[in-house]
């Protein structure tokens, strides 16, 4: 399955971190020099003073990397160039000869870690007590720029070039026709990937999708209370959970120096994001496990990658002030379904879904957020298996 030229080989890949970056890591954690803060305010300006050092200090201490690292060499991986970047990805194919290949996209600050609870039932549903009709072989990319595909040596890499690159990736595996899902970022850009590679992409699955209204006459009228909600939350994220975005689009080497200088630092930037697009109350640990969000943590400090990933905001709009609607968000064919988790960062109307794209499956759930394969890896799979049955 795997090309051989000099110019697309794609070569076998473990992680194999030395031990001194881990002894590096143990020491800059007790070094820390802790901020002050102002009692009584709990997450309201970002992560809090208790929750952070308790959180650093099991990492200091308890947290075992090695026997994260040997699950995530459990599965097969690899490395490739395309268009002059590294790029990093998981290759789980099923024991399912008549598997459907789905490429699945990661977004921001996540990880292929995102995803480990569900390679299992995805690509051996037999095994997992499902129709073995419902296999996938699985092919899972590390972001141009984040973790283990390595930083990015350039601008440019937004969502149209990543999805070129991935159209790359599955033709170099041999895979004449697939699927593709996205989270986060890769909501976007399995989007993109489905405009472009309309001949191959049988149909584009994802949890939350970027919607907005566009001011056309009559597009508001008789919105439902739960798309009212979800314009209000719209209003909200941009007037109290923006930051992040600000920051990282139009100042991301200012950021970057403490963020790879600080474990602390790091940890403390995506625990954050964590808490507030999780299905959680008082900690991500509610609905993320506490190892899970450290090793994806590890994920960027070992690689030293977050400042990379945070330049990549610089590469793609996701409000329709910052987006040129005819260029920008071209209507979709494809045939698409949207999982829609409550407590996603993402939360779409369906009207101007619609509009925008080939909706033809939509599913609203009760519980779960932004990273739905680690928060409900259960109804995940269900969903991504009932779309897809639809367009095998």
């Known amino acids: ?45 970002g992560a809090p003073l208790g929750y952070i050092r308790d959180l650093a200090e099991y990492w200091r201490t308890g947290y075992d990397w090695r026997g994260q690292e040997a699950r995530l060499n459990a599965f097969p991986q690899f490395t490739t160039e395309i268009d002059g970047q590294n790029v990093h990805f998981l290759h789980v194919r099923s ?18 870690v995102e995803y480990l609870d569900v390679i299992g039932p995805l690509t051996d549903p037999r095994s997992h007590g499902a129709d073995p009709a419902h296999a996938f072989h699985l092919v899972i990319p590390s972001l141009p720029g984040y973790g283990l595909s390595g ?10 070039r990543i999805a070129r690159a991935w159209t790359e990736l599955m033709r170099r595996l041999g895979y004449g026709r697939y699927g593709a899902q996205g989270s ?62 600000k920051i990282q689009s139009d100042r991301p080497q200012a950021l970057a120096f403490a963020l790879a200088d600080s474990p602390v630092g790091q940890l403390a930037w995506i625990a954050s994001v964590f808490k507030e697009w999780t299905d959680c109350a008082d900690a991500p640990e509610e609905a993320i496990d506490r190892d899970r969000l450290l090793t994806n943590v590890m994920l960027y400090w070992l690689t030293n ?43 779409p109307i369906r009207r101007f879904a619609e509009r925008d794209t080939n909706i033809v499956h939509w599913t609203e759930f009760d519980r779960g957020g ?20 639809t367009v095998r």
Do not use: C
């Open 151 to 160: 930083p990015t040596r350039e601008v440019g890499w937004g969502s149209r």
């Open 95 to 112: 024991p399912e000869p008549d598997a459907l290949p789905l490429l699945m996209t990661h977004g921001w600050p996540s990880s292929v």
């Open 305 to 347: 990658t977050a400042g990379s990933a945070a330049r990549s905001f610089v590469e793609t709009p996701d409000t329709a002030a910052e987006a040129d609607l005819e260029a920008d968000v071209p209507r979709s064919e494809v045939p698409t379904g949207v999982a829609v988790f409550p407590k996603g960062i993402l939360r």
């Open 184 to 245: 986060d970022w890769g909501t976007w850009i399995s989007r993109e990937l489905g405009i472009m590679d309309t001949g191959r992409v049988v149909g584009v699955h994802t949890n939350g999708m970027i919607t907005f209204p566009i001011g056309a006459p009559g597009e508001m009228d008789g919105l439902s209370e739960t798309d009212q909600e979800r314009l209000a939350f719209g209003e909200y994220y941009m007037s109290e959970l923006y930051g992040y975005k």
């Open 1 to 45: 399955m795997h090309a051989t030229t000099p110019d697309a080989t794609i070569r076998p890949f473990r992680i194999n971190v030395p031990d001194h970056d881990l002894r590096d890591l143990r020491d800059r954690l007790a070094r820390t020099r802790w901020p002050d803060e102002v009692p009584g305010l709990g997450w309201a300006h």
């Open 370 to 389: 932004t990273f739905a394969a680690m928060e409900q890896p259960g109804l995940f799979v269900q969903d991504v298996r009932a779309f897809f049955a």
